[in-house]
């Protein structure tokens, strides 16, 4: 194997020679730490890793999740594991899908200035200035599919100057149009009623003391719904 | 999403990538037959890593003495307690509540809403932070039989098939009986599921179902769950103390289930928490990386709920059968073992060889897709081979959008995509290279219809107990069971926690296990356990040591 290529980093001040092809959760670990705050789930769902950088001789400060961003020469890191976000506590059923909803708790939404720096900063590359405009206006349905896949990770209100906690504001938005706007499901209210009147309780148990050989020849004996037809335009 | 033209694979595997264009035409609409029973049970047995013996070994000490369990997992059962020389005073209790939760994923969470909601005292401990868990990581789906042309009854065959009819039928039954609940429960709290406009579910298939009833929110299923949940029980008050696991179980004079010594991460202190019921939720185990394999679990699966109740008496079930999941990453190293989500095998894509053929049904029971997948890699060298010698075979995303239209993937797969576009691989243009990942604990501890162990007081739910799934899980069903179990063991543990005299505190299971330990001769002097964090420095996979 031929020789690896190596970068220096400094992990809060501290400086590391580090294989470039690692993530900086990686490379943290290669350099001797072991990680307890700072690392999830490895694969950027969790928002466990949010991290704060710079490259040397730069001003910009840069983000990304640790698991998921390739380490960089004279790269200045820090993680920020934990962010002291104040979050409202409310019982979604009572709730109606309108922007007083959400201002009621999160007033603070009002207060934005258009800075932008919110979305600049989102690992997940989500509009957040624009969920959050969308909140304002009562517009839960795009707040809610534009924060979808917001991971909590809490950049954006690290960054804000009106104190704003997006994120919060993002489920809040979410569960709001989950529960109030988005269809109920009927065909799952009637299997939901069925359960609960005992419909398949019969079927179930004749399942349960079903041999093994009756039960295989049903298993290999089942249709099986087939697959959409092809749109191959 | 604008993804930059640098594309990351070398220019060999580009070379390679022709033959899957080239073969591309001729594949799409064609439907490759599955496997017929004896074939499956062929390639599983040959090549299925649970018929590996030098996997495992009979465990010397325990309640599940001379069980076969993997080595790394024996390695820990057989290991001293991290506490064995720690100082505890048992009448200095720092929390004292009715029931204990050990977890924050999904299971755990369910069961604190369940438990709260019998007007009991609930604590949540949790290793990292609540909601770090595999829930939050799960993206395919989570199945339930809510269809008109779907039933319990069917779910009920399609989970036993799945195990080899090897499941404990009457968890199978809880499993599929209250699945539309779990659904409906989940509905309520403002789950946002992908749905038409009538509220109808978008439902899918995944590997080993007859019914399309996969239940999705895009791909951020389990986050979206695991999200809701956790909000939930911020809401309603419930206390979480984060960074603190439970390290050994409490019991009291009796035997009983009593609590759990806590370890603060942080301040490396151990603290007493009394409870009249304990429900375990800790997770798996891929973190141990049995037989060297990479894994797509979350950092804290370290299978120290496990070690602890083992400790306790608790008895286990199924420990030598583990789940690969046929779709890990296989390149770019960076992600190598990241999940790629059954989902996109579920919309169609499916594994190529070298040749960029087809060499297996895309929906075959995880199982049998990964031996299929290790056989046309290991067994008829297959496979194609990343420069730092890792094998995998292709996985053809583009047919995703020429079965459904341009753009679905975008809609449909948006972590994915996102994912390998930090790689610079458009998974709309260029097929993946995966090979089978550690994915999931098919056993765990035995539990009856409410969560609850051979012990007395402690429950344990989610991918810490086992039988549900016999063998082998099917995609799905696992957001399903840590909901229905999780929910079914706060409720019963919150009500029973109501009768429980509380005794005296002891630590005396620890002793005797102790001394169980170093009778055996086992003692592995240089571990103990849990082991709490995985160690990396990933030295190895770039070939330094």
């Given at each position: 194997?031929?020789a690896?290529e190596?970068v220096d980093?400094y992990?809060?001040g ?7 092809s ?5 490379a943290m670990?290669?350099a ?14 969790c928002?466990?890793c949010a991290?704060v950088?710079r490259?040397?001789g730069?001003?910009e ?5 640790a ?6 020469h004279e ?9 002291p976000?104040?979050k409202?506590f409310?019982d979604?059923?009572?709730?109606e ?7 009621r708790y999160?007033p ?6 258009g800075c932008?720096?919110?979305?600049k900063?989102?690992?997940q590359d ?6 959050i405009?969308?909140?304002?206006r009562g ?6 599919s534009?924060s979808f896949?917001c991971i909590?990770?809490?950049?954006c ?9 997006q994120?919060y504001?993002g489920?809040?938005?979410?569960r709001?149009?989950?529960r109030h706007i ?10 939901v009623?069925e359960?609960i ?6 079927g179930?148990?004749?399942?349960m003391a079903?041999?093994l050989?009756e ?5 290999n ?5 087939t ?7 | 999403?604008?993804?930059p033209?640098?594309v990351?694979y070398?220019p060999?595997?580009?070379?390679l ?6 073969t591309?035409?001729s ?11 004896e ?8 090549f299925?890593?649970?018929?590996i013996e030098?996997g495992?070994r009979?465990?010397?000490?325990g309640?599940?003495k ?8 024996a390695?820990?059962?057989e290991a001293?307690s991290?506490?064995r020389n720690v100082e505890?005073?048992l009448?200095?209790?720092?929390y004292d509540?009715?029931v204990l ?6 299971a755990?969470a369910?069961?604190?809403?369940l ?9 949540l401990?949790?290793?990292l932070r ?5 829930t939050?990581?799960a993206q ?9 042309n ?5 779910h009920y065959l399609?989970?036993m098939?799945g195990g080899?009819?090897t499941n404990?039928p009457a968890?199978?039954?809880?499993l599929?009986?209250d699945?539309p609940l779990?659904i ?10 992908d ?6 579910m978008i439902?899918i ?10 239940h999705?929110a895009?791909d951020y ?11 939930e029980?911020?809401?309603r008050?419930i206390?979480v ?6 390290v050994e179980l409490?019991l009291?004079?009796?035997g009983k289930a009593?609590?759990?010594?806590l370890?603060n991460l942080?301040?490396e202190?151990?603290l007493?928490a009394r409870a009249?019921?304990v429900?375990?939720?800790?997770g798996g185990s891929?973190r ?9 679990n979350?950092?804290?699966?370290t299978?120290?709920?496990?070690v ?5 008496g ?5 420990m030598?059968?583990?789940q690969?999941h046929?779709?890990g ?6 992600i190598?073992?990241?999940?790629v989500?059954?989902k ?5 894509a ?5 040749k960029?053929e087809?060499f297996v049904?895309?929906l075959?029971t995880r199982d049998?897709?990964s ?5 046309e ?9 990343t ?10 995303s583009?047919?995703?959008d020429?079965?459904?239209?341009e753009g679905?993937?975008e ?5 994915m995509l ?24 098919n ?6 219809e409410?969560g609850?162990?051979?012990?007395e007081n402690?429950?344990?739910?989610g991918e810490?107990?086992?039988?549900i799934h016999?063998?082998n899980?099917?995609?799905g069903?696992?957001?399903l ?9 706060g ?8 009768e ?10 620890l002793y005797?296990y ?5 009778q055996?001769?086992?003692a592995?002097?240089d ?6 964090v995985?160690?990396?420095?990933h030295?190895?996979?770039l070939?330094?040591?």
């Amino acid at each position: 194997m031929s020789a690896l290529e190596m970068v220096d980093i400094y992990i809060m001040g501290k400086k590391y020679m580090v294989p470039a092809s690692l993530t900086i959760m990686n490379a943290m670990e290669f350099a001797g730490y072991e990680l307890k705050r700072g690392c999830g789930c490895r694969a950027g769902f969790c928002g466990a890793c949010a991290t704060v950088y710079r490259i040397a001789g730069h001003y910009e400060l840069k983000v990304g999740l640790a698991c998921q961003t390739r380490v960089e020469h004279e790269m200045y890191l820090a993680q920020i594991p934990f962010f002291p976000a104040l979050k409202a506590f409310y019982d979604i059923e009572d709730l109606e899908p309108k922007a007083s909803s959400i201002s009621r708790y999160y007033p603070e939404i009002y207060r934005c200035i258009g800075c932008n720096s919110c979305t600049k900063v989102c690992p997940q590359d989500l509009n957040v200035m624009q969920y959050i405009a969308h909140a304002q206006r009562g517009d839960l349905y795009r707040c809610a599919s534009e924060s979808f896949d917001c991971i909590m990770c809490g950049l954006c209100a690290s960054r804000c100057p009106a104190h704003i906690v997006q994120y919060y504001v993002g489920i809040l938005a979410r569960r709001l149009y989950g529960r109030h706007i988005l269809a109920k499901s009927i065909h799952l209210q009637q299997r939901v009623d069925e359960v609960i009147e005992g419909k398949y309780t019969a079927g179930l148990e004749a399942l349960m003391a079903a041999g093994l050989e009756e039960l295989k020849a049903a298993y290999n004996n089942r249709d099986i719904e087939t697959e959409p037809k092809l749109c191959l335009g | 999403m604008s993804i930059p033209v640098r594309v990351m694979y070398t220019p060999q595997m580009r070379e390679l990538i022709k033959k899957v264009e080239e073969t591309r035409p001729s594949r799409l609409g064609i439907d490759f037959p599955r496997m017929t029973p004896e074939e499956r049970q062929d390639v599983l047995k040959k090549f299925h890593p649970d018929f590996i013996e030098s996997g495992f070994r009979p465990v010397k000490i325990g309640v599940n003495k001379g069980d076969r369990v993997p080595q790394e997992l024996a390695d820990l059962l057989e290991a001293p307690s991290m506490i064995r020389n720690v100082e505890l005073d048992l009448e200095k209790i720092n929390y004292d509540v009715d029931v204990l939760i050990i977890g924050g994923g999904g299971a755990g969470a369910a069961a604190a809403l369940l438990a709260r909601e019998q007007g009991v005292e609930v604590l949540l401990v949790t290793k990292l932070r609540f909601g770090d868990a595999n829930t939050m990581m799960a993206q395919g789906g989570i199945q339930a039989a809510d269809k008109g042309n779907d039933s319990p009854l069917i779910h009920y065959l399609d989970v036993m098939g799945g195990g080899h009819f090897t499941n404990i039928p009457a968890l199978v039954s809880n499993l599929v009986n209250d699945a539309p609940l779990v659904i409906k429960w989940l509905e309520d709290m403002g789950t946002m599921f992908d749905k038409k406009e009538d509220g109808t579910m978008i439902t899918i298939h995944g590997g080993g179902t007859s019914r399309k009833r996969m239940h999705t929110a895009r791909d951020y299923t389990g986050a979206e769950i695991m999200r809701t949940l956790r909000d939930e029980v911020m809401n309603r008050g419930i206390n979480v103390i984060e960074f603190s696991p439970a390290v050994e179980l409490l019991l009291d004079e009796d035997g009983k289930a009593a609590g759990a010594v806590l370890y603060n991460l942080e301040t490396e202190q151990y603290l007493l928490a009394r409870a009249k019921t304990v429900i375990l939720a800790t997770g798996g185990s891929g973190r141990l990386h049995y037989q060297n394999f990479p894994t797509s679990n979350h950092y804290g699966a370290t299978a120290d709920g496990l070690v602890i109740g083992y400790r306790a008496g608790a008895k286990l079930i199924f420990m030598d059968t583990i789940q690969y999941h046929p779709t890990g990453a296989a390149y770019p190293p960076q992600i190598l073992g990241l999940l790629v989500t059954e989902k996109v095998r579920g919309l169609g894509a499916t594994p190529l060889n070298i040749k960029g053929e087809q060499f297996v049904h895309h929906l075959e029971t995880r199982d049998v897709e990964s031996a299929a997948i290790i056989r046309e890699c290991n067994g008829r060298k297959m496979g194609i081979t990343t420069p730092t010698g890792m094998v995998g075979v292709w996985l053809d995303s583009p047919l995703i959008d020429l079965i459904y239209g341009e753009g679905y993937i975008e809609k449909q797969l948006p972590a994915m995509l996102r994912q390998f576009a930090r790689f610079d691989i458009d998974i709309r243009k260029d097929p993946m290279l995966i090979y089978p990942t550690l994915h999931y604990q098919n056993g765990g501890f035995l539990i009856d219809e409410y969560g609850c162990t051979s012990i007395e007081n402690l429950y344990a739910i989610g991918e810490n107990s086992g039988g549900i799934h016999g063998r082998n899980r099917l995609m799905g069903n696992s957001l399903l069971d840590i909901l229905v179990f999780g929910r079914r063991a706060g409720y019963h543990a919150g009500l029973k926690s109501k009768e429980v005299k509380q005794k005296k505190l002891s630590l005396q299971h620890l002793y005797n296990y102790q001394r169980e330990v170093e009778q055996s001769g086992s003692a592995i002097v240089d571990r103990v356990s849990p082991v709490l964090v995985p160690h990396y420095t990933h030295r190895e996979a770039l070939g330094l040591f």
